[in-house]
């Protein structure tokens, strides 16, 4: 290799490196090298950073055989692993079998192929403790990046295109050529005398990046002949300003969202005081948290949940987010209910209670409702008067078993100083229970199925105490999960 040829891109990439803090001194790198001039020329850049800069930076060489061609791939890993040997490095090679993992998964060529490749490389920085993995990704690799995500409608974040350098777990991702063109690249492997392998599947344009690279781009370019440097404008002037937004929307999550278990919540009042482009971002940024297995949170989701919430008249809703997600209004909260399928029915129990006194502890919710029977005087008036939490009965007139059981669907109730009945939904509704609580409240029901009490609600006018009324009986409510 001819040292003085190769120098400029060598320094080129060390002042990035410094400028963007890529790695510090004493790191470990793990090199991925497919064989390409990209990744070829990366190896010889590191070696030379590592070895004449006074880094005391250490590489790894790795290499991964996709299992797509067989007989070129196996000449790829031993060129590689050559190289690896010229340079006195360490080799890693993987050997994945991504068509299998294509029919498991049912996941597509790309996706199948970049999950296993990361899963492999951040299996060889564990192994060797590294700090980062270097990627080969170019220039002109950041411009088909950005041109893919503008076709398909992405956002700020997304036409920031790749990183220089992005966590990962506690791995860093840094790409050290992303300011340099291909052209310079090869180039610089020309002149260097430096070799490298051509992969064949680059250039058929039946997958989209390569459609992008050999088809959108080379037509565009006939419009502007800087195309590729304007893309990569535009994406690092959004990814500075996408960094900003950041920090700005985490510091309103840790102002307005709240944890409750899985759940995810935050009052409405607060938000619709942020700008639209800052409430978007606080949705999005709350998708991110809960482990709902969505491959993808587009425009339109997150628009959903900001419309519904920015209605005017207090409301309830549901919205299946898809990945077992669901987001829910009530009233002035919005709540992210993850696997939401899983507690569709809310919790089910029946307890008897075929004599008083009694005490009912209802699994699940930490409540507890007493049942005792007293005479009937002016402690009966006072406890009439003294909350929801507590209710008392003409004993005479109840009728056994009684129950305390979880609400039903059609649910009604005689309401005190109502004719006829009312829907126990329609109550909640008209005292403002969140839906997510509904299924929390117990009712207690006569032997005849009639409900006599929604404890903390409302009570009904069946056993009603009046002037005739020798004995009660007090049910008392007491407890109850935080919420």
Not at 174 to 198: F, H, M, T, V, W
Not at 300 to 328: F, H, Y
Not at 416 to 433: A, R
Request: net charge neutral; proline share 4%.
């Amino acid at each position: 290799m001819n040292d003085y040829s190769m120098y400029p891109l060598v320094e080129r990439v060390r002042r990035i490196g410094e400028e963007h803090r890529l790695w510090s001194p004493g790191d470990c790198i793990v090199v991925a090298v497919s064989g390409g001039p990209d990744s070829v020329a990366l190896l010889y850049i590191m070696h030379a950073i590592a070895k004449r800069m006074g880094q005391g930076l250490s590489l790894v060489c790795a290499h991964i055989n996709h299992g797509f061609r067989p007989e070129e791939s196996l000449e790829e890993a031993e060129f590689v692993q050559g190289l690896a040997g010229q340079l006195d490095l360490p080799f890693e090679l993987g050997n994945l079998d991504i068509p299998s993992y294509m029919k498991q998964s049912g996941k597509g060529t790309q996706l199948a192929a970049r999950e296993k490749r990361y899963e492999f490389l951040r299996a060889v920085a564990e192994k060797y403790g590294a700090a980062s993995i270097a990627l080969a990704h170019h220039a002109d690799d950041q411009a088909e990046t950005v041109m893919m995500r503008i076709l398909r409608g992405s956002g700020s974040s997304g036409l920031a295109g790749m990183r220089m350098k992005r966590r990962e777990g506690n791995i860093n991702l840094i790409r050290p050529l992303l300011r340099i063109y291909k052209a310079e690249i090869l180039q610089a492997c020309q002149d260097s005398g430096i070799p490298y392998r051509i992969d064949s599947s680059n250039l058929q344009n039946k997958y989209a990046r390569n459609a992008i690279r050999l088809d959108v781009l080379p037509f565009l370019g006939h419009y502007n002949g800087q195309l590729a440097e304007s893309l990569n404008r535009i994406a690092d002037t959004l990814g500075e300003e996408d960094d900003y937004m950041q920090q700005v929307t985490d510091q309103v999550y840790r102002e307005l969202v709240v944890s409750k278990g899985e759940d995810l919540a935050f009052e409405i009042g607060p938000f619709t005081s942020l700008h639209a482009a800052l409430q978007r971002r606080l949705i999005k940024l709350i998708l991110n948290y809960l482990p709902c297995g969505m491959e993808e949170i587009d425009f339109v989701k997150i628009e959903r949940v900001r419309q519904g919430a920015m209605q005017n008249a207090p409301t309830t809703w549901s919205l299946d987010l898809g990945g077992g997600l669901q987001c829910v209004r009530e009233y002035d909260t919005i709540r992210f209910i993850p696997n939401a399928a899983e507690g569709k029915d809310g919790l089910r129990y029946t307890y008897r209670v075929d004599s008083v006194p009694a005490e009912v502890a209802i699994q699940g919710l930490g409540t507890n409702l007493l049942f005792t029977q007293n005479a009937a005087g002016q402690d009966a008036a006072r406890t009439m008067a003294n909350g929801n939490d507590r209710a008392v009965f003409d004993a005479d007139k109840l009728v056994y078993p009684l129950t305390v059981r979880s609400r039903q669907p059609g649910d009604t109730m005689k309401v005190m100083g109502l004719n006829g009945t009312k829907k126990v939904k329609d109550i909640f509704i008209d005292e403002k229970i969140p839906p997510s609580l509904r299924s929390r409240i117990p009712v207690v029901a006569d032997g005849l199925g009639r409900i006599l009490w929604i404890p903390g609600i409302r009570r009904s006018s069946i056993a009603a105490v009046g002037q005739h009324t020798s004995s009660v009986v007090l049910m008392t409510a007491d407890g109850g999960d935080e919420e």
